[in-house]
């Protein structure tokens, strides 16, 4: 549908232009879903010991990042 669209707009092709349907969406949470996202992420997180590190690993630097799952 895009390439159709771009394609239109380059050639000005007013006719198949004005026969296109577009339908935009702008949900009103829109704004707010990268938030959701990231709570959504934290509440499956939250229980898994996998996710987290304590401060002495934390403060031991990065020899501990094989904890997290990094090489």
Known sequence: MADMVFRCIQEMDIDNM???RLRIE????????????????AGIMKDGPEF???????MEGLANLSKCGHA
């Not at 987290?52 to 934390?58: G, S, T």
């Open 52 to 58: 987290w590190i304590n401060r002495e690993d934390y």
């Open 26 to 41: 702008n949900p009103p949470r829109r704004k707010h879903m990268v938030y959701l996202g990231g709570a959504v992420l």
């Open 18 to 20: 004005m026969k296109l």
